[in-house]
């Protein structure tokens, strides 16, 4: 298994940006698909972005697409969420979470049997 590690999240201005990372340690990073999800008290756990193993392929949630960017580096072990044009929606407890499956599948499932970080706090001000 990987063990995953969220950090950058922070207090950010309407407009702003932000990079989280999600760094693994563990088993090789290369075997996991990764996503990124969120969430607020009280609501479901979101869909923000997943990436598949290389790299290549990514999938963004509606509320995400064309602002926010997921991409990895494998030989540092790390994933990424490049966040632009933030809203105070965007508010939220960002996740990373690890799976041996097809990246495609964060898009409709997540659940115990995935590996998740810690989560790190995303705040946006308006």
């Known amino acids: 298994q990987v063990q995953l590690v969220e950090s950058g999240g922070g207090l950010v201005q309407a407009g702003g940006s932000l990079r989280l990372s999600c760094a693994a340690s563990?088993?090789?990073?290369?075997?996991?698909?990764m996503g990124w999800f969120r969430q607020t008290p009280g609501k479901e756990r979101e869909f923000v972005a997943a990436i598949s193993r290389s790299g290549g392929n990514t999938y963004y949630g509606d509320s995400v697409s064309g602002r926010f960017t997921i991409f990895r580096d494998n030989p540092k072990k790390t994933v990424y969420l490049q966040m632009s044009d933030l809203k105070p929606e965007d508010t939220a407890v960002y996740y990373c979470?690890?799976?041996?499956?097809?990246?495609?599948?964060?898009?409709?499932?997540?659940?115990?049997?995935?590996?998740w970080g810690q989560g790190t706090q995303v705040t946006v001000s308006s």
């Open positions: 979470a690890a799976r041996e499956g097809k990246a495609y599948s964060f898009t409709y499932q997540y659940g115990a049997s995935d590996l």
């Open positions: 563990g088993r090789t990073f290369s075997d996991y698909a």
